[in-house]
């Protein structure tokens, strides 16, 4: 646990920076390194089923890679594009919706899940969830959505919809990568962040949320 929170609290710095750094170059780089880490951790995954890179991997899994990993950090990016612009940093970017309820959310499952949980939410997939953690999950993704959306001067509606499709996908993405995990055997997709695993155990929540609030918001105005 305690390495776990000192992981965070090295990455967040970097992370909000380019959140919050008006300029598209951060976030894009940000994004390009996150695809180039995730696939070689998916690569890596699959090498324990006798996958190699090859022509198998070219045409039948690296087509996943694009649709799981790339397409929604593409989508993160274009949240970042909705931003306010005219200073070199705009903290009030779209952006945090799609990724703030989901650190909110993923503290209350561990607390609420340690203190109440009984009922194991999806026990052949990933033991340790539990429906108490989960609902924790999915009110606490709502309650920092909405006064964060309400911050940037969105319907409190719209803050509310991102908040459950926060709880929702986020758990759905989180709930994919073990069950991909499982089917291969591994505990984590790697050893880069001490206490998280690999770079896909702190992102897969993110991959199934950032599509989604990206097209709540994209025919949402703030105001």
């Not at 929170?5 to 390009?32: K, R």
């Not at 561990?110 to 052949?124: D, E, N």
């Amino acid at each position: 646990m305690k390495s776990r929170v000192l992981t965070a609290i090295g990455l967040i710095p970097f992370v909000l920076g380019a959140f919050f750094c008006a300029n598209p170059w951060p976030i894009a780089v940000l994004a390009v390194l996150s695809f180039v880490v995730s696939s070689a951790e998916f690569a890596s995954l699959l090498k324990r089923r006798g996958v190699r890179w090859g022509l198998w991997f070219a045409f039948d899994c690296f087509p996943i890679a694009l649709i799981w990993l790339a397409m929604p950090l593409w989508c993160l990016v274009q949240l970042h594009a909705m931003g306010p612009k005219g200073h070199l940093w705009e903290l009030a970017n779209p952006i945090l919706l799609a990724v703030v309820p989901l650190w909110g959310g993923d503290t209350a499952a561990i607390f609420a899940g340690r203190a109440f949980g009984k009922h194991p939410l999806a026990p052949k997939i990933s033991p340790n969830k539990t429906v108490e953690g989960g609902i924790a999950n999915l009110a606490a993704c709502a309650a920092v959505a909405v006064p964060l959306g309400l911050w940037m001067g969105y319907p409190w509606w719209i803050c509310l919809v991102c908040g459950l499709s926060a709880g929702i996908f986020g758990q759905a993405g989180d709930l994919f990568e073990s069950f991909v995990k499982r089917r291969v055997d591994a505990k984590d997709s790697g050893t880069l962040l001490p206490g998280h695993g690999g770079l896909l155990d702190r992102i897969d929540s993110v991959l199934f949320t950032a599509p989604v609030v990206y097209g709540i918001l994209l025919f949402a105005k703030p105001g």
